[in-house]
C-alpha cells in the first residue's frame, strides 16, 4: 500500500498518521512461517525540517519452535519503527537500511513494514529473549529449573581438586 504524503511533503511541521496491516504469511523463517495473523503497523510520519521521518510500532503474533529449548510458542512483537523517507538516495552503494526512498510523493508502506520487521527479529527464533535452553548432558528444558547433571571439571583444575580431597 503506498502512503500518500503530499499534504506534508512541503509543510514542515506538518504530520499525517497511518495504520495499515500487511500479510507476511509468506515470511520464511528458517524452516518455518512464524507469521500467521496480520501484521499491524500504527504511527505517525512528521516533516521535521523538510525531512521526512517515520515513527510508530509494528505488531502481531511469532508462532514457531523455540531454537533454544525446542518447545512451541506464540510470542507478541512489539518494533518500533524510526525510519527516514527521502526522494532519492544520495549514494545506493552506501545505503542506510533505515532510509526508504518515496516513490513519487508517496511512501510504501508494504516494504518499509516488512524490512523494519525482518531487521528486527533476530538470528534466531526464541520463546523469550531470557530462553535458558537444553541441558547439554540430560536434554532438560532449563527453564523449568536446573538439572542433576554433574558440573564436569576443568582437567587443569584436577590438582586442586585432589589438595580438597585430602
Known amino acids: 500500500m503506498l502512503l500518500g504524503l503530499s499534504k506534508i511533503i512541503d509543510c514542515p511541521g506538518a504530520s499525517l498518521d497511518f495504520s495499515h496491516r500487511v500479510d507476511l504469511r509468506d515470511l520464511r523463517y528458517g524452516d518455518c512461517y512464524p507469521v500467521t495473523e496480520p501484521v499491524v503497523a500504527e504511527g505517525q510520519v512528521r516533516n521535521t525540517a523538510g525531512v521526512l521521518v517515520m515513527t510508530g510500532s509494528v505488531r502481531t503474533i511469532i508462532h514457531g519452535i523455540c531454537d533454544r529449548c525446542a518447545n512451541e510458542f506464540d510470542r507478541d512483537v512489539d518494533i518500533p519503527i524510526d525510519v527516514v523517507l527521502v526522494t532519492e538516495l ?46 547439554c548432558r540430560c536434554g532438560k528444558d ?25
Not at 537500511?97 to 526464541?126: C, H, Y
Open 90 to 135: 544520495a549514494n545506493e552503494e552506501n545505503e542506510d537500511e533505515w532510509v526508504f526512498p518515496l516513490e513519487g510523493d508517496s511512501a510504501d508502506l508494504d516494504d518499509i513494514v516488512r524490512t523494519v520487521f525482518v531487521l528486527n527479529l533476530g538470528s534466531k527464533l526464541l520463546c523469550s529473549e531470557d530462553c535458558k535452553g537444553l541441558c
Open 142 to 166: 532449563l527453564n523449568h529449573g536446573p538439572c542433576n547433571c554433574q558440573k564436569e571439571l576443568d582437567p587443569r583444575f584436577a590438582a586442586l581438586k585432589q589438595l580438597l580431597e585430602k
